[in-house]
């Protein structure tokens, strides 16, 4: 079964999103990954994935690595995390951008020192505010990249290995790509 983990854009959300995060334009928009500067490895298309469900930690507490069972993480995995926030909060708002649950940076280094390929989330960032750039540019810099704003993880399984297939546009020039994402379970 496939399952399109990608977010569907409206007019709407457009609108909404460029009027709360001056980011939120062609780059930045919907579901995307921040290359910051790097090319995307076309052997990243296609990837084993697994998701932690995280949606009973509360978005102002940081996701951390006591959170979930990274011995199930693998060299060049796409590892997402299911914190169900754009469900509640709405793709688009104020609060999506400024006060979306973040993932430690504990967390953060334990993925990288295991040379994950992709992490997603189903929000704004594994960072909030000055933290997000660097840390995207820190797991850019180390051949990891992150996805933001997916959407349908709650239909994915948990803790259990599934391929997932990440298709980004071919800009250049750009700090963010928008993608399609689809996982096969």
Known sequence: MLIDVTLKITPKMV???????????????????????????????????????????????????????????????????????????????????????????????QLLAKGVSLIGVDFAGVRRGNEHTPTDQRCAEKGTFIIENMDHLADLPKEKAFVIHTYPMNYEGMTGLPCRIVAEV
Do not use: W
Request: hydrophobic share 35%.
């Open 15 to 109: 609108t909404d999103a460029q009027g709360n995060e001056k980011k939120a334009l062609v780059g930045h928009l919907g579901t995307h990954f921040d290359v910051m500067d790097k090319d995307f490895p076309l052997d990243y298309t296609k990837r084993i994935g697994i998701c932690y469900d995280v949606s009973d930690i509360p978005a102002d507490i940081e996701i951390s690595d006591q959170s979930v069972n990274l011995s199930l993480v693998k060299k060049e995995m796409f590892v997402c995390f299911y914190s169900g926030y754009m469900r509640k909060e709405g793709y688009g708002s104020k609060a999506y951008f400024v006060k979306h649950p973040q993932l430690s940076m504990n967390l953060i280094d």
